[in-house]
């Protein structure tokens, strides 16, 4: 017998795959999908069993022999084998890299992991209540009659065994045995309590199970608070009534540990929950629950989108339009594609939600590619907040740079009623911009040429992008002169100036403050529970998070988000703001909403400020159809990268002229350009973006250029197709 078995080798994510032996007396362990063990060289490497054979093409004389057989089961089933395949040949990207992103840690063909199942032992009863009471009658030793009690009820853990214990096992009391340990638990929330839907809830519900045993993807359309986490759980219900599973997507759970506390109330601990801060044994826990069928639902970040179910009833992508859906490096998909094709594969429905589809979704819901279902209004007594934009260039002539007088009167208010304030300021760190009064020179990070951010509370500048930090010394590097000025204002300096004003309880929660784990739900359930009377911080707090008791929702500035090189700029401010107005007024008492900016006249700002989605909606189209961005067009950007400048700026206009001899006439190839990172860590990066709407030669010429640079370790090539951040 002979296997292909595909491996990982080296930095670079190329597919190769390699022919062995298999020795006689493990045949009957080859299973495909398992992964083996293989001489490689002089190392030992792993990959995955692609294809089982009875000849080989290769020298009898040389090929090897399999070294072991890690798996009993697969670790990629046929649905996995099958979609790997699929994004090898819409995303360009290797199939090993598309297998290895489909799986935790554990289960990757990666040698050297010891990431292992925890086992604990515990001392189990094997005779009956009465048994054991007659040997107690018998005893005289306390030791053992104390354990022996304890062990009527259950069984106890045993840290370290004992001759108390040794005896209660030689005299067959006793036994112990392992059981395996789950790393991770979860709690409900006390105060959930199930609604009755409301009738357009009701009817919403009723379309999507309607469309159960068929592929279907609706967009469900809600405004913030309508209502649409409860339809979620109510389709789930109706899934699980027909013995299926669903997965539920979710930006990021950190940040939305309420949506799993209800989840945990309703359904119980059928439940794994994926997010980027669970550790690599505890990722593997959650997901042996599932191959293990303990498991009906994930809810889960971008890749739990992957986790093997056999049955799936349903997939739910809340915010659908998040950007944190498509990964950001290789295999570059997006979760919603990925979504889609496993509900063909299994026949089953697919929604996505959002108070502020992403344009071509709504684009798609428009041309009844996708189904749209709506939710209009809040369940109960509450409303949509009043929002209220100030106009920072008036604010600035009263020496006003922080916050407007309206705003720091609204806080006053709000203090004094004991009610809760939410402060957005999307820029962490003390102030963006060092620079010098002499000489004008701004400190820079000398790996990136991006601009220092200053950290008071570390006394630190740091780069953003490579994290590199350096102490501040309070003198020009350029000329020495110690006229410095920090201009620009980030979430610490925000904290300093509150405390200055007010005599309130601010927490602060950014990057920064809950880089441990942990920190993020602490500072949720502490703002909560009422121990802070205001909240500040970046877009992170922005979404998913309801607290009955925030009156106040202040945007400290929202051109942080309007002036990223981004051509999404509007549409990502116009998201942040209604998500961030949506946190204000949910229950009886009513919100408000306070906007600072300079670019007061600016559609995204006025339009967010009316909760008028629908005319944002085709106003962005406008812009979009006459820039011939997405979805009007498609686009990929190929990413140019090496350490060599020369060479990365030859190599880019090669290919950007082998793109415009070979691509159809229609479409568009722009650059190269400077990438808006231009050096990263060293490294320089630079961009070709096509625009195209149909073009029968694009993935040949992009598989061609994507080949040819595969071999060549001094440039790297990357393909984002469909690319969310610019
Ligand atoms: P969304 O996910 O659309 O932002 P949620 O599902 O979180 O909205 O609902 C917002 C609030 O309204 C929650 O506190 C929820 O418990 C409540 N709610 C939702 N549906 C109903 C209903 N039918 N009756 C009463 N309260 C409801
Ligand atoms: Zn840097
Ligand atoms: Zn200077």
Redesign the pocket.
């Known amino acids: 017998m002979y296997v292909d078995v595909l491996c990982e080798i080296g930095a670079k994510a190329v597919d190769n795959i390699f022919e062995y032996r298999v020795p006689k007396d493990i045949e009957g362990n080859i299973k495909i999908g398992i992964r083996v063990s293989i001489p490689f060289g002089k190392m030992i490497l792993e990959g995955f069993v692609i294809n089982i054979k009875n000849s080989s093409n290769y020298d009898k004389d040389k090929i090897k022999d399999i070294t072991s057989v890690i798996d009993k089961e697969p670790v990629l089933n046929k649905e996995m084998l099958e979609l790997g395949k699929y994004m090898s040949d819409n995303l360009l990207c290797s199939k090993v890299s598309a297998y290895q992103v489909m799986l935790p840690k554990a289960l990757k063909a990666k040698a050297g992991t010891d990431i292992k199942i925890k086992y604990n032992r515990y001392l189990r009863r094997i005779k009956s209540i009465e048994e054991i009471d007659d040997y107690i009658k018998n005893c005289k030793y306390e030791g053992q009659i104390n354990l022996l009690c304890k062990l009527k009820e259950g069984d106890i853990l045993i840290s370290k065994m004992s001759s108390t214990i040794n005896t209660i096992i030689k005299h067959g009391l006793g036994v112990v045995v392992e059981v395996e340990e789950k790393r991770y638990n979860y709690t409900g929330l006390s105060n959930y309590k199930k609604?009755?839907?409301?009738r357009e809830?009701e009817d919403v519900k009723n379309k999507i199970v309607s469309s159960f045993g068929k592929s279907e993807t609706f967009l469900l359309y809600?405004v913030?608070?309508?209502?649409?986490?409860?339809v979620y759980m109510s389709v789930i219900e109706e899934a699980l009534k027909e013995g299926k599973e669903a997965i539920m997507l979710v930006p990021e759970i950190s940040l939305t540990p309420q949506i799993v506390g209800k989840f945990i109330s309703r359904f119980g601990d059928i439940i794994s929950v994926f997010h980027s801060k669970l550790s690599d044994n505890e990722r593997y826990d959650e997901y042996r629950k599932i191959t293990e069928g303990k498991s009906k639902i994930i809810i889960g970040t971008r890749s739990a989108i992957f986790v093997p179910f056999n049955n799936l009833g349903v997939i739910i992508i809340d915010e659908e339009h998040t950007s944190s859906y498509k990964q950001e490096s290789h295999p570059r998909y997006n979760a919603k594609d990925i979504a889609i094709w496993r509900s063909n594969y299994h026949k089953c429905p697919v929604v996505m939600g959002s108070?502020t589809p992403s344009l071509e979704s709504f684009a798609r819901a428009g041309n009844k590619v996708y189904t749209l279902l709506t939710?209009s209004k809040?369940?109960?007594s509450?409303t949509l907040p009043s929002v209220q934009i100030v106009d920072m260039k008036e604010e600035v002539k009263k020496n006003n740079f922080i916050l407007s007088s309206i705003l720091k009167d609204k806080i006053k208010e709000k203090l004094d009623r004991h009610e809760q304030v939410i402060l957005l300021l999307n820029r962490r760190g003390y102030s963006s911009i060092i620079t010098c009064k002499d000489c004008g020179h701004t400190e820079k990070c000398s790996k990136c040429d991006i601009s220092y951010t200053y950290h008071k509370t570390s006394n630190n500048l740091k780069c953003h992008y490579c994290g590199t930090s350096k102490p501040l010394i309070n003198k020009c590097s350029k000329c020495g002169s110690t006229n410095i000025k920090d201009y620009g204002i980030g979430t610490e300096k925000l904290e300093e100036e509150l405390h200055k004003l007010y005599e309130a309880r601010v927490v602060r929660m950014d990057i920064d403050t809950t880089s441990k784990k942990g920190e993020h739900e602490r500072i949720i359930d502490a703002f909560g529970g009422g121990e802070y009377d205001i909240l500040i911080g970046t877009q992170m707090i922005a979404k998913g998070l309801?607290f009955p008791r925030v009156t106040l929702v202040g945007v400290v500035s929202a051109d942080a988000t309007l002036s990223t090189p981004d051509f999404r700029a509007s549409e990502n401010t116009f998201q942040l703001l209604s998500q961030v107005s949506?946190r204000a007024g949910?229950s009886e008492s009513k919100g408000e909403v306070i906007i600072q900016t300079y670019n007061p006249d600016h559609y995204s700002i006025i339009l967010s400020k009316n909760h008028d989605y629908l005319s944002f909606y085709r106003e962005e189209m406008k812009m979009r159809k006459l820039l011939k961005y997405s979805p009007y067009y498609y686009l990929v950007v190929v990413g140019i990268s090496s350490k060599d400048y020369d060479l990365v700026f030859k190599e880019s206009n090669k290919i950007a002229s082998f793109l415009n001899k070979n691509l159809n006439g229609e479409s568009i190839v722009l650059g190269p350009s400077m990438a808006s990172m231009f050096r990263v860590n060293n490294i320089f990066h630079y961009q070709i973006i096509i625009k195209y709407r149909k073009d029968d030669n694009l993935i040949k010429c992009l598989k061609f250029i994507d080949d040819m640079y595969k071999k060549n370790n001094k440039i790297e090539v990357e393909l984002d197709f469909n690319p969310i951040k610019m």
């Open positions: 609604v009755t839907l409301s809830q809600g913030t608070g309508s209502g649409k986490t409860e108070a939710l809040r369940p109960g509450s309801d949506g949910r």
